[in-house]
């Protein structure tokens, strides 16, 4: 006879089990067996080499603390139907199910959509395969369950997903600073009038998540490094993406093909788009690098020989944005090393990052006290909260031209 559950060890919590049927399914499932081969930090390994676990290790992360979460939750009295934990397990497995080849590297780059929007055109696919078991599941991801604290799980200030990723991302990149007390955090979770909060014993972990959130973002998912290469393969595509359109003829994967060559007043069905983005992953990038790296275009081979080889881009971040001569010295720079065979537009780029650790103009962090009261964080913490949006300018070009 088979177990009820199927065991998981994960590197960052241990033995992790998820019980037989639908979540199973789900896991099983080629859409979802797709992610272990897409990395949760895009480019980050080449800034730190441990940084290469993946969207699969991700979810099931994020599906154990969001069984963690349900558990806490209903020994404090909150009501959370067996249907109701379910939905909200398959809706934290399934968030990230829209992400493309490095995750984040390359968001709009190819399908002109967010990637929570394919999570759902997934979702929907899904939910006919499996007969509507995932309608639930499909509406507190979106936010239309009457149980808003369940959306919150999913998708809000101290969500599982953030809970897993701040914690998973700081394990595998060795960055210390981004270690947070995901189990005491989760152990203050509480629902007033419906919506989540934290017990006032938490609010130290609650501060220590927001600045280890803070200090992740401009060590690890702004690194200056992480984002040069990020630039230099989203530039790589742009000018296949070119050459193609000019009759060019490049070798790249199939799938990935179907993406980069399309003119962009072209039409395709939600099932022609799912089926060519569900079969494309960093293997298929990866291989198309490859090939470029011996394209007789000089701009192409050029950016991929850089990726291959890790001969990347230098960034500077500026506090304000880069002035127009300095950027334009710059290009001179490239074009009397290169000369004509550079395209200037490909390899000198200039533009911002953003980050707000702490956005609470949607949603706030809220403190529930002993007496009943409800307090947002800001008004009972004497840490600064980083609400204020942080932008650095940045102008990226090869090393060879530096001034």
């Known amino acids: 006879m088979s177990s009820r559950k199927k065991i998981f060890n994960d590197p960052v919590y241990g033995f992790v089990s998820v019980p037989r049927g639908i979540l199973l399914d789900l896991i099983d499932h080629p859409y979802f067996q797709r992610l272990r081969r897409i990395r949760q930090l895009g480019l980050s390994s080449y800034v730190y080499p441990g940084a290469l676990h993946t969207r699969f290790h991700h979810a099931l992360g994020a599906l154990h ?26 809706a ?96 203050m979770l509480a629902v007033h009038e419906g919506e989540l909060v934290v017990e006032e014993k938490g609010i130290y972990s609650i501060e220590k998540f927001l600045i280890a959130r803070r200090l992740m973002y401009w060590q690890v998912y702004l690194h200056k490094t992480g984002v040069a290469a990020e630039k230099m393969l989203i530039h790589a595509l742009r000018r296949a993406r070119e050459l193609s359109l000019s009759g060019v003829e490049l070798e790249v994967p199939r799938h990935l093909g179907w993406f980069l060559f399309r003119q962009s007043g072209d039409a395709a069905s939600t099932e022609e788009l799912l ?108 840490v600064p909260m980083y609400t204020q949006l942080v932008t650095k300018y940045f102008i990226c070009y090869p090393k060879d031209s530096a001034r």
């Not at 969001?66 to 397990?89: F, H, N, W, Y």
């Not at 011996?294 to 850089?306: H, I, K, P």
């Open 65 to 90: 603390l969001m069984q963690e979460a349900i558990e806490t939750l209903r020994q404090k009295g909150v009501d959370i139907s067996p249907e109701e934990a379910e939905g909200a397990c398959a």
């Open 92 to 187: 934290i497995l399934l968030h990230d199910i829209g992400h493309g080849p490095f995750s984040h590297a390359l968001e709009h780059s190819l399908a002109a959509m967010h990637h929570e929007e394919l999570s759902h055109l997934f979702m929907e696919a899904l939910n006919r395969e499996f007969n509507g078991q995932l309608s639930l599941a499909i509406s507190i991801f979106r936010d239309e369950y009457p149980k808003k604290f369940l959306h919150q799980l999913v998708s809000g200030q101290l969500d599982m997903d953030r809970m897993d990723y701040l914690n998973r991302d700081s394990f595998f990149t060795g960055v210390s600073e981004g270690v947070i007390g995901y189990d005491r955090i989760i152990k």
């Open 275 to 382: 089926s060519h983005f569900s079969k494309l992953d960093d293997n298929d990038l990866t291989a198309a690098v490859k090939y470029w790296s011996e394209a007789e275009d000089f701009t192409l081979s050029f950016l991929s020989r850089g990726l291959l080889d890790r001969k990347l881009f230098r960034l500077e971040w500026h506090p304000e944005p880069v002035d127009q001569a300095y950027a334009q010295g710059i290009r001179e720079g490239v074009a009397a090393i290169w000369g004509p065979m550079a395209i200037l537009d490909h390899l000198v780029y200039t533009g911002s990052e953003s980050n707000r650790a702490y956005n609470d103009t949607k949603e706030q962090i809220k403190i529930l006290f002993k007496n009943g009261q409800v307090k947002p964080i800001d008004q009972c913490s004497d």
